[in-house]
């Protein structure tokens, strides 16, 4: 019951599982009607895949939920590698890139989400003075060289860009990455009738903060007498947002500096998120 669709016109891939004991993606292109590749992504069967809003970029993740990678399409190559941790396997469950493509959040069964930054060190731009802790990365870089590929490639792998940590563990949880009003968010929301709204930082990243925690005011029950079933819908309440709320690094907005009304998108660069 794993597969990815693209949404981008131009791109019209699907990805799927390629094996049922091995990580092995295959790449369905819609336009051909052909197999465009396979992948091979991870060593365990497939938990998690998604393509970025131009469908070419798909991240994916094993069922172990500790390595999560990101290909270029339609070849296929290896583009960026993230440790997602090490002490524990996981159960991911939410997989999804940010609408410029800048960034890439994880969510899994623990309490922290992982978002990562989909940069190499060559993209900060320019030589870095030199300073004790760079000699100290190339070295340290330089003796991965001698090192065992299993052991050097742990080392390579990058890690979490910016976390939150969420009061709650085991329940699952979808997040998106949006903009509102110009300002990147994170938002989680949870199987308990939650929904998190944290500012992200994209220069320095940390640890994200809680700007407000939104729960169900409003609950409609339909009653099928026949199926004896129900459907309940949530609606959460909206909060309007200060024109430069949170964007001093992530700083907590204080309650009277909430405007009134809804949240308001100011231009059509500025996406909700479609589904959470």
Request: proline fraction near 5%; charge should be negative; aromatic fraction near 8%.
């Amino acid at each position: 019951g794993l597969c990815a669709l693209s949404i981008n016109h131009a791109n019209s891939f699907l990805a799927y599982p390629g094996s049922a004991t091995s990580g092995e993606i295959a790449l369905y292109d819609g336009n051909t009607l052909k197999t465009a590749c396979t992948i091979p992504a991870h060593d365990g069967p497939l938990a998690a895949l998604t393509f970025n809003s131009t469908g070419s970029k798909l991240a994916s993740a094993s069922e172990k939920g500790t390595v999560i990678r990101v290909f270029s399409i339609p070849g296929g190559q290896k583009l960026y590698e993230f440790r997602r941790g090490m002490k524990r396997y996981v159960n991911i469950g939410s997989l999804v890139f940010s609408m410029d493509s800048q960034f890439l959040c994880a969510s899994s069964n623990t309490e922290t989400v992982h978002i990562f930054k989909l940069e190499h060190l060559t993209d900060r731009g320019g030589e870095e003075p030199p300073t004790w802790s760079g000699y100290m990365g190339k070295m340290f870089q330089a003796a991965t060289n001698y090192l065992p590929a299993q052991v050097s490639g742990m080392m390579n792998q990058d890690r979490a860009f910016a976390t939150v940590r969420l009061n709650i563990s085991g329940q699952r949880n979808i997040c998106a990455l949006s903009t509102i009003q110009k300002l990147p968010r994170l938002l989680v929301t949870t199987s308990d009738g939650h929904l998190y709204i944290y500012n992200l930082d994209p220069q320095d990243g940390g640890e994200c903060v809680l700007i407000k925690k939104h729960s169900s005011v409003s609950t409609v029950c339909f009653q099928s007498p026949s199926i004896h079933s129900s459907v309940t819908l949530c609606i959460f309440p909206w909060t309007g947002y200060s024109e430069d709320g949170g964007a001093l690094r992530g700083e907590v907005i204080p309650e009277h500096e909430f405007a009134t009304g809804p949240v308001c998108l100011e231009d059509e660069n500025e996406f909700p998120p479609v589904s959470i």
